[in-house]
């Protein structure tokens, strides 16, 4: 593989001189700034060979680097080798972001290129300010081209633009029209001072119409664009994914449909015009793409705030709350069973990474209004899973045997929730220091789970919880403690997330009544083993003192934390009583979906400690 | 005295008539936005009868409202009482800041005015830009005035500008010479890509020239500005300051004196050329005025930044915490003989707020090395302690009883460090409330003190560890939990706190080592009792692990925590353990202090619980 990487680059290399490029910049993006993104776009795996799902490659004349988070840095590593290319850990100490390392790099009169519509506004802008804008004494002269796709140039065998039918969610499953909805938006937009919206983000949009697609594995999304006037809403999506039923929903909703690639002429012709002025348009930076922008800002005044619509998706209402409570029953009770099955099987029958993974995956599958996955399986075992987002594959995966410590990561789309939960099980003999990794990990998603606090408290205000079990001991995870999940969308969205150092210039969200969030952490150590224990959080109003507004979490999943692996000695009172307390809930809410012996088992495996 | 009150406004209102001023604005600070300022600048006290050491006033021709902080709420209900004042709850839901205020009520073509001397740089531009700018469609075209002290004309018995002798301190207790210490910062005013530092934080001074001065009561700096340029530095001071000896120490460090009402006209003739261009101004737009920022940036580019002398200032270098610990050590012991003398004499003798807190600062002022005390002490008895910052006097305190709970809050300016401490005592019965919210108190300061986290966390990080025990029973103290302190300077200053929401715009600082913090969180029941347990913390460099770089915090403070108001059944064992390992410290840094009765009892009050 190593030479092949090296041959794309030299290829790259050679468009890039045609041109004129010195550096050229390949993220990780759709033309939506899309965490995950159709096989079209991976451009950065194509010529780098890491798979990650986070991750830009800058290719220069003479170097080629990789930029990944914490959750990559190990299997980067791994998959980098030999390729030549350097990896950059993200937000370790002394690692420049991009825009430093080009500013620090680059001379006046070179040229950075990449392909505007992969790139965020946010990115591109600063990209500019720091490289070409030449305003203050210390910034460079460099040219930024972004009219150019020159991976496309190279990738022969680049898979087609995926297209796939438009499904509509009764209403019964959104507990909100999408009249409702745009009204609301409306109001937002107003609000900001603006006449139009320009909405990329492809969850966004599907949140707002009632719509799910199918262009992206694993998330619920189709590849589109809409632009909202103060009477119109025009949907840019591909004319083949249109289907009877969409083209009839669209109809009644007043909605205009437009071709997808129709984006760009259609808003360079757009009049702005608005009661005999020219409106502003609204745009999310970190969203709508740089070419987009670029071309937009020409025509009009751009406002940049949030978009409307995600604080509105990430509030979940109450027919939201209600399906995914009974979603995440039958969800955690298909991973119970899967433990279940797990811990009577292993050193009975071969099971190997991929062959549990199967297992788990069509118990889920075999659910009522089962959709499709939320994310590949992650199923890693001993040292697998000290790589946080690791992928067996049928050729390379290890077999699982009765010791040590298996993890898995796993969720699904239904009718009616997105879920995502993790447990790792002790498949038979652990050493001492797993269990004290285990137990510190079920300490802290249990602490952060029993957070009381004041209204107007963020993620980051409330991360500590969860590290500092860990930190005690020295040990820190390389990822965020949580992030939102969507309805039926995709298992990451924001705004509000907890971490403990912001990842972005974006503005940290408050904790609102309705939010979805994740509460994950874990010990990773290399070589040896890897512990998460994820359950999926509702935040809700609690109390008003003399002193304030309480929040408070209740808890959507509800799955075992493996007793084998606990050393009590390591647990407080308070500890013992949340687990215990924990468990007593987990048989009651899906004691209900088991057989007789399934349920045997779990009042024996959640039995105080 | 509300009369009073009313008549000053009154008089105010006719000075504003005649000056066609419609909202008049009174912040408290002198020229410098000092938190503590000299009475000379308490014009805000003068007009509303608050006083507080925080708080603004704004007068309108119809009202007048005054905006304070969680501190001084239940204070300034009490002060403001029949004067007609509206109190604004800073921080509360609902309350809008000041620029909020007045951007809803003031009209196009109204005018709001200020001593531009008075407010901050930063307030100033946050006023003229939310009602001046006129750039926004919203924005209002209100004008402002910011060179009139309309204060001053109506305040017949104004005290006058404060003077008092200068003095320098050996290099022995400062740990760096002014030489060194201005090279630092002249490297970073480079760095910042300036050639000028207009320096106007007067303990920043202070600590760049190892000098202080008297001109704040408990502050001990002098009313002083600072220019600095790449070959010179001009400091403006009073000449009724300068002493010989200020005289010779300035000349042998080559920086030239000036009257300190010269700033203004010396800026505006200063030539700014420099290696042939205009140079360019680094200020700190929290700290300079608004008016002198007004004249400078009408003169010279100016750059926003940090004051390169707080980060400097901030982390205490070796000797400076040397100095600290021996006298924190030595501090504590006189603490611990005032609580000895007041357990003991209770009940025997008659003890007010105001005779007790002269004990204890009599028994500070016979220590070596005593300057001043550190603020006013905080001598509350029962529901007095539940105004965070009562001050006793004479006429009206509380006399002490053998019953109830009684809190000292207190410290002093030493040549060797500046002290703040705070403990609450029970002097006889005490309810099961009090002594659960005294407990969670003690086990919110400890659980702080224990954190270990990695480097590049702020306070904002790990506010949470010290609320989390009180939020858990819907309590919360409606101030930060800590603040950074000076070295025999400010007993408040940055950049670090520890706060779980900002209260300014301000980048938020990292704990780096080095730094001192307070800790110090509390119940405060209104009409009942007040507790606050308050700690000095030092962040130091520990382990770094695989996973990076971990910061843990030392002690300063070592004084005992009030047995016989801790009820265990609100104690974890980990928090039993840290109480204990607390109390054995206490008594082996403070044994050698006491006589041979203090220690006994210490002794006996510090055995494990």
Known sequence: MDGVIKGRLESLRQEMEKEGVDYYLIPTSDFHNSEYVNDYFKAREYFSGFTGSNGSLVVGREMAGLWTDGRYFIQAEKELEGSGITLFRMQEEGVPEIPDFLKEKMQDGQTLG???????????????????????????????????????????????????SVWVLPEEVSGKSAQDKLKEVREKIAQAGAEYLLLSKLDDLMWLLNIRGNDVECNPVALSYGFITPEEMYFFIQPSEV???????????????????????????????????????????????????KMLSGKTC????????????????????????????????????????????????????VSAAEYL?????????????????ISAYKENAAMMHYEATPGSCKTLAPEGLYLVD????????????????????????????????????LQLTHAKFLYGCTGRNLDVLARQPLWNIGIDYKCGTGHGIGYILNVHEGPQNIRWRPVSDKKEAILEEGMVVSNEPGVYREGSHGIRTENILVVRRGEKTADGQFMYFDTLTYAPIDREAIDTQYMQPVDIERLNGYHAAVYEKTAPYLTEEERAWLAEVTAPV
């Open 114 to 164: 990449f392909d505007g519509r992969t790139v965020s506004c946010l990115e591109g802008r600063k990209l500019e300010k720091m490289l070409g804008s030449g305003q203050g004494e210390n910034d460079r002269k460099v040219k930024i081209r972004y009219d150019m796709d020159l991976a496309g140039r190279i990738w022969a065998e680049r898979p087609q633009l995926p297209s796939h």
């Open 243 to 293: 289907t009877q039923e969409l083209e009839a929903y669209v109809a009644s909703n007043g909605i205009v449909l437009k071709p997808y690639d129709e984006i760009m002429t259609f808003l360079e012709n757009y009049n702005y015009t608005c009661d005999g002025k020219l409106g502003k348009a609204l745009l999310d930076e970190g969203n709508v793409n740089y070419a987009l922008y």
């Open 302 to 353: 751009c406002i940049s705030g949030e978009n409307p619509t995600e604080q509105l998706k990430a509030r979940k209402n109450d027919t939201e709350l209600e399906h995914m409570e009974e979603v995440y029953r039958k969800d955690s009770a298909a991973l119970i069973k899967f433990i279940y099955w797990l811990k009577h099987n292993i050193g009975k029958q071969e099971i190997t990474e």
């Open 361 to 377: 995956d069509n118990l889920r599958r075999k659910l009522d209004g089962f959709v499709e996955l939320s994310f590949p399986t």
């Open 410 to 445: 796993s969720g699904g789309q239904y009718m009616g929730g997105t879920t995502d939960v993790t447990r790792t099980v002790a498949l038979g003999e652990i050493s001492g220091e797993m269990k004290k990794h285990f137990t510190l990990t079920a300490v802290a998603m």
